[in-house]
């Protein structure tokens, strides 16, 4: 089955730039989607299609993808951006739907 | 306004079934698939599997295959989960969250507040 590789955590100082990583084989032939997920909440999409914004998310959010690898990217970043992040493709030749580990973003 | 609005928490012992709901409103509900993702404490998101409330085709995640059932009731805008005997591995939150098919792929776009499943004698 197809697997997506998040690291477990990134830490970034308020007011820098934060870039989570998500490594899949062939990702570049995928989609990528990317949830925010607070504490004691449930996810909410902040990036789908690689890098389309959903409506009333921040443009500070944005997602990039090269080669074996797709990122999401937090520009200014503040405490309030302290969360979860998991990256998700549907795989066509499954049907299945998948999600990395997760990462999970201090703001120092 | 979307919106899905699952069933509340639940206690069950080892052994005992179980059914939880995710009510969906705000849109034509059988026009999207309903997926559910398991989140065990402490853990990431885990797709479970998804259901088309138009005619409950299914699609299951292959490590939950058979020990869940998905189902949708369409008259009431309702999907279900549920299992017939529940272990204690089974106990996490699950979410419920609507796809969305967009160009080549899928997402969901928008989810369920989560029903915390419990399960210990």
């Known amino acids: ?108 | 306004e979307v919106q899905l609005v699952q069933s509340g928490a639940e206690v069950k012992k080892p052994g005992e079934s179980l059914k939880i709901s995710c009510k969906g409103s705000g849109y034509g509900f059988i026009s999207y698939w309903i997926g559910w993702v398991r989140q065990k404490p402490g853990k990431g998101l885990e797709w479970v599997g998804i259901v088309n409330p138009g005619d409950s085709d299914t699609r299951y995640s292959p490590s939950l295959q058979g020990q869940v059932i998905m189902s949708a009731d369409r008259s009431i805008s309702t999907a279900y989960l549920q299992w017939s005997s529940l272990e204690a591995s089974d106990s996490a939150m699950y979410f419920c969250a609507r796809a969305l098919w967009f160009g080549n792929t899928y997402y969901f776009n928008h989810w369920g507040q989560g029903t915390l499943v419990t399960v210990s004698s």
């Open chain 1, 1 to 108: 089955s197809y697997v997506l590789t998040q690291p477990p955590s990134v830490s970034v100082a308020p007011g820098k730039t934060a870039q989570i990583s998500c490594g899949g084989d062939n990702i570049g032939s995928k989609s990528v989607h990317w949830y925010q997920q607070q504490p004691g909440q449930a996810p909410v999409l902040v990036i789908y299609y690689d890098s389309d914004r959903p409506s009333g998310i921040p443009e500070r959010f944005s997602g990039s993808k090269s080669g074996n690898t797709a990122s999401l990217i937090i520009s200014r970043v503040d405490a309030g951006d302290e969360a979860d992040y998991y990256c998700q493709v549907w795989d066509r030749s499954s049907d299945h739907w998948v999600f990395g580990g997760g990462t999970k973003l201090t703001v120092l």
